[in-house]
């Protein structure tokens, strides 16, 4: 198991942007591990944003970020981020990242290691 640390949440005006990565804690094999965003708004289930394969060539976005949200790696760093651009009140939750060794997937389901989570709150 490893552990995944969520960093860049905050406060930002609709429109905005923001930047969120998440660091593996361990030292490990990072580039074996697939990485996803899910994110999670009061009331409701926690929900597949993006993913991407374990050599950072291949990517899928929930139809409502696509375009306006980008997801990278850097294997060296072990860190996968969430460019986030174009913010709208409804992209508040918090925001959190998720490995699995394997193929990417998009449920929730599917991914054993997790952050702690992240809030991101957009204002109108």
Not at 24 to 52: H, L, N, T
Not at 53 to 74: C, E, H, L, P, Q
Not at 91 to 112: L, N, P, Q
């Amino acid at each position: 198991q490893v552990h995944l640390v969520e960093s860049g949440g905050g406060l930002v005006q609709t429109g905005g942007s923001l930047r969120l990565s998440c660091a593996a804690a361990e030292r490990i094999a990072f580039s074996i591990y697939s990485m996803a965003w899910f994110r999670q708004a009061p009331g409701k289930e926690r929900e597949f944003v993006a993913a991407i394969n374990m050599s950072g060539t291949r990517t899928t976005y929930t139809d409502s970020v696509k375009g306006r949200f980008t997801i990278s790696r850097d294997n060296a760093k072990s860190t996968v981020y969430l460019q986030m651009s174009n913010l709208r009140v409804e992209d508040t939750a918090v925001y959190y990242c998720a490995g699995r060794g394997g193929v990417m997937m998009t449920a929730v389901s599917a991914y054993s290691d997790w952050g702690q989570g992240t809030q991101v709150t957009v204002s109108s």
